[in-house]
């Protein structure tokens, strides 16, 4: 009896070894759709910016990001009465349109959101030092036909104008709306 316990357990810890890499492997080259799948089926997105998803065109890539215009935000507290139980303060930014971005590297969420205000046929926020002599801002582009997108960083020179950029490409999907929405506790 000892020797087939033995023999049994011999078998597992193999299998247990060979099996082991292998998930450690598969889990290496998730991609930012895996991510993002693996976020909606433990229980949804948290919350405000939920309106787009966006996907780098670069396979590699491990993150997304999702955005929403602070319209429909306000448009939807406007319908629920929510709106007018905002501090005043609250209620003049809500009147003002911009984008709320929140990026999901390797499904982690970041920390807060970046707004961004509207800037012609794009969306920038406001400028800020990379280090310090080096100033910088965000700008996002959409193709609002096919939602083919371009978020870039922009390095400025010291009187803000335009010097160079790092930019990613990727492409959009409207989130459907039986995406479940992940309330904080």
């Known amino acids: 009896m000892n020797r087939i316990l033995g023999f049994k357990s011999l078998l597992f810890a193999v299998v247990l070894s060979l099996i082991l890499p292998l998930h450690a492997q598969n889990r290496a080259n998730l991609t930012a759709r895996d991510y993002f799948n693996e976020l909606i089926a433990s229980g949804g997105l948290d919350g405000i910016s939920k309106s787009h998803v966006c996907f780098q065109d670069d396979p ?11 319209q429909y935000v306000r448009d939807r507290m406007l319908a629920n009465g929510t709106f007018s139980k905002l501090p005043k303060a609250s209620q003049e930014l809500m009147k003002k349109d911009f984008l709320m971005v ?5 499904g982690i969420p970041w920390t807060g959101e970046e707004f961004l205000e509207k800037d012609e046929a794009s969306w920038v926020s ?3 030092l990379l280090d310090n002599n080096t100033p910088v801002r965000i700008r996002f582009s959409v193709n609002s036909q ?32 039986e995406v479940p929405e992940h309330v904080a506790d």
């Open 146 to 177: 096919t939602l083919r997108y371009k978020y870039a960083v922009e390095l400025l020179n010291d009187d803000s104008t335009y010097r160079s950029e790092v930019a990613s490409f990727g492409q959009c999907e409207e989130l459907p709306g």
């Open 126 to 128: 406001d400028p800020r």
């Open 60 to 70: 590699k890539a491990d993150g997304f990001f999702l955005f929403g215009e602070s």
């Open 102 to 106: 929140r990026g999901y590297p390797k």
